[in-house]
């Protein structure tokens, strides 16, 4: 199979060892084969050059709460670890503790605080510190809100306070955090959700305590709505079995629209601007007259992110967040395999080693 003279992907993604195939019940090549000792006399070391050379990051698309980007150059181990710190391991600030002194709705206490610790709040958890069990609750560890409401009928008999609202989310400033937010508001980053509804008559009066952690924990602290990756997809056509012009329309609405390109005269080809809306039906697998013209692919190393922020960070943010989080467990691994090399080599050994630096780095011993 080849690629059009005029493709605008780089030379690279056509390299077959790059390739995972996709044929009608299964795939193939899902193992990457760049380790020493798979190709008989080639190098294959790690080398960080190489890997820096290679390793790509693009944002394609990016608005208010969602971003799409590109990582290319990378293991999918190493892709997947990132998806999931995103999603598992970046803390955000979320209601953990309802205290109701009055609840005359519909909706049980146990839902309505489940409710209530659902809702995503726009407060930068840099600014707090955990507060683990048995921590006693201070400006530096806890969030405190109030939410008070009563339904009663006004003039005319129109109903007030029907719905309760995350907007209805009063803060109550403890300590310094007056100070320390002053014009940001600690507020809902959506203040539409609706709680509960309200008759004339019941009352809904709790105070709330958020608390900084990770979605690991409880969803609630996840500061994602989605975050997914895909391989990108690559179609490659066979020049010496070409599609017949008159199978040319058919051949192109077996695929996303704008992937394939038909000329007037009925030739095909492939529009690599929108290869990447590719879905992989495998719809062209299904007839038999398209056999051998064409195969489908993905690229082992090229994956396609797609991220919704629903808390504090903006959409952009959250990737590098996750770089962080990344970089202190691999500091925490470094300086685990130190302690274990100076015990090892006996306890004077131990002296030289150093601690991580200020970026969570720690230098190994040659």
Known sequence: MASSSSSQLPPSVFNPRRHV??????????????????Y???????????FKENLTVSVKRLSQRSVEFD????????????????????????IEDVFVWNNTSVIHDEILAQRLGLIPLNVDPALFSPRLPGDIPYDRNTL??????????????????????????????????????????PTATNKDIVIAKLRPGQVINVELHAIKGVGKEHAKWSPVATATYRLHPLVLLNPSKPIPPHLAQKFASCFSP?????????EVSIDDRHLRKETMSREVLRHKEFEGSVELKRVRDWFIYSVESEGPYAPEVLFPESIKVMRGKIAAIRAAAEALLADSEGPDAGAAAAGPDADGDVEMEP
């Open 21 to 38: 195939g996709v044929h009608a019940e299964r795939v193939s090549d899902v193992a990457s084969t760049d380790f020493p000792g798979h």
């Open 258 to 266: 704008g992937v394939v390109k038909v000329s007037p005269d009925g």
């Open 71 to 94: 990582l290319v150059g990378v293991d999918a181990s190493i892709a997947n670890a990132f998806r999931r710190i995103m999603i598992a391991e970046v803390p955000t600030i979320a």
């Open 40 to 50: 008989p006399g080639e190098d294959h070391t790690w080398s960080l050059a190489r």
């Open 144 to 185: 405190v809100f109030q939410l008070d409401i009563e339904c009663s009928r006004g003039a005319k008999g129109a109903i007030i306070n029907e719905y309760v609202t995350s907007g209805d989310l009063k803060w109550v400033p403890q300590g310094e955090q007056e100070s320390v937010f002053g014009d940001l508001v």
